[in-house]
């Protein structure tokens, strides 16, 4: 019973790294850093949350959170694809974009700094372990399938191919013809609607939005990508780590000698510990963050 | 073209005040004061909500003219005091524990210009005792411990489990004042009763992120907790929608936050910020106004525990008694409310 509802949580937790960290392979294997994870996750909360309020249907609501991602993911290619600006500073200025708008179109829509009004979600009452609820829940059954579709996507189809090649060496990848920039479009995309449907999670499980209700958890998300060394079977389990990791910190604040504080490094630590090349060595794509041609 | 038309666009803007600073500056016929807001500012259905009450109020009863800034991130808050400050308000009103170390600068640069805090934290010197604020600062605290302990009595009266939860936000010396508080009063009606407290950080974030409120929450519940009082910001917005998905009971915190989870919230403590940020304009006006330390309590109605017709059916009459009774005791100093979690029994 505690066994079964320690194992739902971790699952509940994972569900936003496991979206974002899908969408971080597909860009980054691109060439492009997934920096702006969190910011396409806001993004896809606040329009997740708008659109269940207005549809009245939290279908509604993840459409639009796949929306509201794939914007913010669109402005981040423009300007590193096609104006090729820097990555890494793109990447922030997203992040501080979509808290930014989330916030003033929070308050110009709802009239509020804090949060919007209840919408529909997918939730059900339950009082047991939280598995009902779980397999309740299409986003949760979504999130699952998320690592494998992306594996699939780039080990099994030409699209993933020239991702990977345009990822390793764009000018090899555009000497046979592949269109090297609508590919990493395509996939800078992808990673927006993933990243907005980890938010669209967060928003509907929650039935709002609140004000920078994301956390940082694109962060972990992009840090799980590292950790698992940028292939998506790895990093969906570096995501269930670094979840169940938070669930035991849940489950044992207060009662363990082990700080909360330190459970909450412990993503961060084990991408600096796989950074250093301490566990077998994270080779980066190759062209990662080389915006120029 | 493009360029020309950016230009021209960011010319005009220039000339476009920027937003929340709408309100004329100053005027002459007028007590002038100067609020600044805590990030989020108004519509925060919290603390900066309740002091724009507080304002208005002193607008409408004083005639008063207030002006508002709402900061953006971080360092704004500091530029946006020194601005009223240096307009020449006759008040300057931060919002909120963060403001702290601003005010006590910006008091000592404008010694003619008094300065009020709400939420103030009072620093102590290296012995431990308090060092006052500045002669023109008014630190407006409130005894949170007062009304987080007639919330615990309360909820361990009618929680139905030997098991009371709290959840905080950022694991830090004001929020472990509610958890002092509510612990005690736990304890006050039922000394076998266990409190689970937890926290969802140590940073900033982990008061506005619902996402950990709900799972923590949903642990609680889970462990036998039927009731869980929160001071967590809006991580405890997740804490209500666990009440609501497993029909338990919550407790609200600052504000009366019944209207987020009809039926599921027990109670809400509520602080009293409009009424001191009132208070503090009202001496001003009425030029009494002196620094130093003001706390409200209790007594002074800066902290209470919200009973209407919400929530009545979730209270029996026995237990209001009781509770009133725990007020009285509370306020006549026959009881004494723990504020750090080293003195909880």
Redesign the interface.
């Known amino acids: 019973m505690i066994f079964l509802?320690l194992v739902a949580?971790t699952v509940?937790?994972s569900m936003?790294y496991l979206f974002a960290s899908a969408g971080g392979v597909l860009s980054e294997r691109s060439g492009l850093i997934g920096l702006g994870l969190e910011g396409y996750m806001l993004a896809g909360a606040f329009t997740a949350a708008l659109g269940s309020y207005y549809g009245q249907n939290p279908w509604v609501g993840v459409i639009a959170g796949v929306g509201g991602g794939m914007a913010l993911a669109l402005l981040y290619a423009l300007c590193s694809i096609r104006y090729k600006a820097d990555q890494v500073v793109v990447g922030v200025a997203i992040n501080l974009l979509a808290v930014?708008a989330t916030r003033f179109f929070l308050?110009l829509v709802f009239?509020?700094?804090?949060?919007s009004p209840r919408v529909p979600g997918f939730?059900?009452?339950?009082?047991g372990?939280?598995f009902l609820?779980l397999a309740h829940n299409p986003l949760i059954w979504m999130g699952a399938l998320s690592i494998p579709a992306v594996a699939w996507l780039l080990y099994r189809t030409p699209f993933g191919l020239r991702v990977r090649a345009v990822g390793e060496h764009p000018g090899a990848a555009l000497s046979v013809g592949v269109p090297v920039p609508k590919v990493q479009w395509i996939a800078v995309a992808l990673s927006g609607a993933l990243a907005g449907l980890g938010g669209a999670y967060?928003a509907l499980?929650?039935?709002?939005f609140?004000?920078?209700?994301t956390?940082?958890?694109g962060f972990i998300a992009l840090a799980a990508v590292i950790f698992g060394r940028w292939d998506p079977v790895r990093v969906g389990f570096a995501c269930l780590l670094f979840a169940a990791a938070?669930?035991m910190e849940?489950?044992l604040?207060?009662t363990s000698q082990i700080p909360?504080?330190f459970v909450?490094m412990i993503p961060y630590l084990l991408t600096i510990v796989a950074l250093a090349g301490v566990v077998g060595r994270a080779v980066p794509p190759a062209a990662l963050g080389k915006s120029g041609d | 073209m493009l360029m020309g038309v950016l230009l021209a666009a960011h010319v005009v803007l220039l000339f476009v005040h920027p937003a929340g600073a709408t309100s004329p500056t100053i005027d002459p016929n007028a007590v002038n004061i100067g609020i600044v807001f805590d990030v989020g500012g108004r519509g925060d259905k919290s603390f900066n909500d309740a002091a724009y009450l507080g304002a208005e109020r002193a607008e409408k009863e004083l005639g008063v003219h207030v002006r508002f800034i709402e900061p953006g991130d971080g360092s704004d808050r500091e530029a946006g005091l020194r601005i009223l400050a240096a307009e020449g308000m006759k008040l300057v009103v931060g919002i909120g524990f963060i403001f702290t170390d601003d005010l006590n600068q910006l008091a000592r640069e404008y010694p003619n210009t008094d300065f009020a805090g709400v939420d103030y934290s009072v620093a102590t010197d290296s012995a431990g005792n308090p060092i006052p604020p500045p002669p023109n600062l008014a630190a407006l605290k409130f005894r949170e411990e007062e009304g987080s302990f007639l919330v615990g009595a309360l909820a361990a009266m009618v929680g139905h489990s030997k098991k009371l939860g709290f959840i905080g936000g950022m694991n830090s010396p004001l929020i472990q004042k509610f958890q002092a508080g509510y612990a005690a009063g736990v304890h006050y009606v039922c000394p076998d009763c266990q409190v689970i407290a937890q926290y969802a950080g140590v940073t900033p974030d982990a008061f506005r992120n619902p996402g950990v409120g709900k799972e923590l929450a949903l642990a609680q519940y889970q462990q036998g907790v039927n009731v869980i009082f929160h001071a967590s910001g809006s991580t405890g917005l997740g804490v209500f929608e666990a009440a609501r998905q497993t029909d338990r009971l919550a407790i609200g915190v600052d504000a009366d936050q019944y209207s987020e989870a009809p039926g599921h919230v027990l109670t809400s403590m509520v602080k009293g910020v409009d009424a001191a940020v009132f208070d503090a304009i009202k001496r001003v006006k009425d030029g009494t106004f002196k620094g130093g330390i003001y706390t409200f309590g209790l007594a002074q109605n800066g902290v209470r525990y919200v009973y209407d017709e919400h929530n009545r059916n979730l209270i029996p009459d026995s237990v209001h008694a009781r509770l009133e009774q725990i007020r009285a005791d509370i306020i006549a100093g026959k009881i004494k409310v723990p504020s750090t979690l080293g003195a909880a029994p």
């Open positions: 509802a949580q509940r937790i936003p930014g308050r009239r509020s700094s804090s949060n939730s059900v009452v339950e009082t372990t939280g609820a967060l499980d929650q039935h709002q609140s004000d920078q209700m956390a940082g958890r938070e669930t849940i489950r604040q207060g909360g504080q909450q």
